[in-house]
């Protein structure tokens, strides 16, 4: 099985916060994590994610806004939230794209693991 660790914390700017994600479990390898989100009404969507190469992607709402960063290749990922809105206010999932070991020790399995996740609120 797969874990999905996430939680939060303020930063030091005025309106700004940082989601951390660590992934345990049987995991063979992470091909890359990232972050999703889903507010009352709205379909999830893309915030963004990082490769084990190092590539970004980010959701059009939020691009110039948030940086994601990671150490891919030790299961962890950061979101650094700056200039936060109201309308940012949302469910963040951590989500990780991997392999997983197989239950029997014999081969793997593609899967999107996704965590609990954080309560983002951002009030004006």
């Known amino acids: 099985d797969v874990q999905l660790q996430g939680w939060g914390r303020l930063g030091a700017a005025w309106g700004s916060l940082r989601l951390s994600c660590v992934a345990s479990g049987s995991i063979f390898t992470i091909n890359k994590m990232g972050w999703y989100r889903q507010a009352p009404g709205n379909q999830r969507e893309l915030v963004a994610e990082?490769?084990?190469?190092?590539?970004?992607n980010y959701g059009a709402s939020v691009r110039g806004r948030l940086t994601v960063s990671g150490d891919i290749a030790k299961n962890t990922a950061y979101l650094e939230m700056n200039s936060m809105k109201p309308e940012d206010t949302a469910v963040y999932y951590c989500?990780?794209?991997?392999?997983?070991?197989?239950?029997?020790?014999?081969?793997?399995?593609?899967?999107?693991?996704w965590g609990q996740g954080t309560q983002v609120t951002v009030s004006s």
């Open positions: 989500v990780a794209d991997l392999f997983e070991r197989s239950a029997t020790g014999i081969g793997v399995i593609d899967r999107l693991a």
């Open positions: 990082i490769t084990k190469g190092g590539s970004t």
